[in-house]
């Protein structure tokens, strides 16, 4: 039985489907329990993953006793599932489908159910409920098929040859038997705030077919040739998945609230565009021989950036709107998790780090052949201005934690990475170089504050921040971004000292010390993938590479992450996918295939 008595399904048991504009999450007995419409970051029409008696969803499942397996079609992000009954086998094929010519949905999902042997009873049925299951849902008949509205919004139902359509106060619903070679097709259309369109079975399936052929051409233009290869291009997916196509922005993940610990507090909203992660995305599209997408996401952030700069936001909604207040919504919450929220209030916090991942995009734009306009240049330089004035503050860090600000080393660190790609830049004609010595002067003062101040003697590493022994592995990312040689003295301490008290086999925790919030957290994936990449770079890729070769293991059936794994029984945890795993997964593989010196 895939869910338990309240109706939660494990988080590993979750595929991801997508169209450029937004995710839906597929359990594996495939009911649809989450999406968003119109927009990745829009309101919910399904969102039983987090409140199954609320949310509503899209479920489609076998009568009687099954079991399912699952892949996507190859090179794709359209998923396929097989149930196999005591009477017959099917596939169920799901795709939210990429606009073709003429008149098409809004958004629009597909799912094909075809018989592969005997006869298989499928009943299937949808529960609308728009606004996260606040707004109230109207259901009525039409046209042969059901419409669901609320307000502006509106979703209709069609089924060809998947049984007559029953409609109830709550829900749509119908049942078919399927038989070898028959196939049946349901299609859900959505509007927004305009008419709704309602295609026929042969437009469907037509597109679903250049669905399919979009996604392949997409994934066989990569150039990624190291190893790990078939784990690397299904995180270029799943980071495909996550950007907004109208923007060229990248969502942190698919969802809000999916817990870090369950029952506990630890739930955020991820649908929105962090700085920090700007130059983590770019580099992995960049290995991925992806250069037309790396630049577009370099100019969502120079268009979403000059609303607030010289000083930055930490996110952004993949608009490019700075408006992302946190609010509660009435959901139970994965398993009693709550509150869940809509928002983010990480938007108001100082963090530092995000000026260095600025500059890093800017300076690999750069390296992409491309120059930067006189605009672009003066607004860079204007931020390098700014960093080299408050560097010396303090700040809530990389993890965001909701504890009194700190100087955390790695955003110390990510200052100093800020001036070097500005002084660099400067010196290359490509920025301003009036204030070129102020740059210099400062990027020393930082080196001088990390090496005196946010250095143990005792622990012979980095700490996590100024006036602590406490570790943290974001200072990982030092050897990565190249601030500290990767085989000095100082990064093999560090490294030694995460081992011995992050670190458990495979499994890295982000920091030791207090974060302001109750409750524990698990294995932080990025981190694993960050130490191993510390690895690879240090000389160390035996260990590097079985470390990876652990981590790519624990994906779950269709090759995606969560933000965290409980190292006690392999679940997810945290919300997925998440796009910072599937970044580190290839920044670690693509370390390991550049073959940076032997075994130590």
Known sequence: MIRDAEGFVPLRDYAAIGDGRTVALVARDGSIDWLPLPNLDSPS???????????????????????????YAPDTNVLETTFTTGEGTVRVTDGLLFHGSGLTPLRELVRVIEGLSGTTSIGWHVEPRFGYGASTTTIAA????????????AIAIRSFGAGAIEVGPDRISGRVDVETGATAVIAMSSSHAE???????????ARLDATRGAWRRWSESHTYRGPFSDAVLRSGLALKLLVFAPSGAIAGAATTSLPEDI???????????WIRDSAFTLGALLVLGYPVEAE?????????????????????????DPEARERTLDLSGYRGSRPVRAGNAAVEQTQLDIYGALLECASGYVEMGNRLDRDVANRLARIADL???????????????????????????????ALDRAIDLATDHHLPARHLATWIREREAIRAFIEERCWSDRLGSYVRAVGTDDLDASVLYASLIGYADP???????????????????????????????????????????????????????DEAHAMVEELVGMANDVGLYAEELDPEDRSFLGNMPQALTHIALISAASALAAGEGGDT
């Not at 029409?45 to 892949?71: H, I, M, N, Q």
């Open 195 to 205: 008419p709704l369109v309602f295609p026929g079975r042969d437009e469907l399936l």
């Open 387 to 417: 960093v080299a004035s408050i560097w010396n503050q303090p700040d809530s860090g990389i993890w965001e934690v909701r504890s009194e600000p700190l100087h955390f080393t790695q955003s110390k660190m990510m200052c100093w990475v």
């Open 142 to 153: 039409r046209d042969g098929g059901a419409v669901a509205s609320a307000g502006s919004h």
């Open 263 to 273: 029952g506990g507090v630890r739930n955020w909203d991820y649908r929105y565009s």
């Open 296 to 320: 577009a996401y370099f100019w969502w952030l120079m268009s979403a950036s000059q609303l607030t700069e010289p000083r930055l936001q930490v996110l952004y909604r993949l608009s490019g």
């Open 45 to 71: 029409v399904f969102a039983s993953v987090l409140d199954p008696a609320k949310g509503g969803r899209f479920a489609l499942e076998p009568e009687g006793a099954y079991e399912a397996t699952r892949r």
């Open 487 to 541: 085989a000095g003295p100082r990064m093999q301490g560090t490294i030694a000292a995460i081992d011995r008290e992050l670190r458990d086999g495979p499994f890295v925790r982000r920091y030791s010390g207090e974060d302001g919030l109750p409750g524990r957290e698990g294995a932080f994936l990025t981190c694993s993938f960050w130490f191993a990449d510390a690895l690879a770079r240090s000389g160390r890729r």
